[in-house]
């Protein structure tokens, strides 16, 4: 499927929908208007591997009031760190690996260059790694120790 072959399914949803050249001149891809869209499961592997870390901390919880804060302090250092409201680049240089091997990190960056950009799945297998990694281990680790109690 084409761009303009998106475009025009998308359009196909609304009852008055604006012409395709339009919206591809007001989105400026006139240039990568024949271009086939790849596959994205980016955005499915993060969703895998932030479930995994959900498991994984509401299974520490003792009550289902707790999982919530016990969120904070797993979800408060993406927040802060990976790019979701400020650059993750203006931190120091020896706490960038930490930030790198964050799971938001690595799908927000994977997203955005799959998305803004338009590189490839492919080229962001390293970023996609880090997303299994941390939702392979999430699980397994959730697996052997959650308990019905």
Avoid: C, H
């Avoid at 006139?30 to 994205?40: F, M, Q, S, T, Y």
């Avoid at 009550?63 to 120091?92: C, H, Q, T, Y």
């Avoid at 690595?106 to 990694?133: C, F, K």
């Amino acid at each position: 499927m084409t761009v303009r072959e998106t475009v025009e399914l998308f359009a196909s949803f609304y009852r008055y929908p604006r012409p395709t050249d339009e919206v591809l001149a007001a989105l400026q891809l006139e240039e990568k208007a024949d271009a086939w869209v790849g596959k994205l499961s980016g955005g499915a592997i993060g969703a895998i591997s932030f479930g995994g870390l959900g498991l994984l901390t509401a299974s520490r919880a003792q009550k289902i009031e707790s999982a919530s804060g016990l969120m904070n302090p797993v979800m408060m250092p993406m927040w802060i760190f990976s790019g979701v409201f400020f650059s993750g680049e203006r931190f120091p240089a020896m706490v960038q690996p930490f930030i790198k091997a964050l799971p938001l990190t690595a799908l927000n960056d994977a997203l955005r260059a799959t998305i803004l950009e338009g590189s490839s799945l492919a080229s962001q297998s390293g970023r996609i790694l880090v997303l299994i990694v941390w939702g392979g281990l999430s699980f397994a680790l959730a697996l052997r120790w959650f308990r019905w109690t």
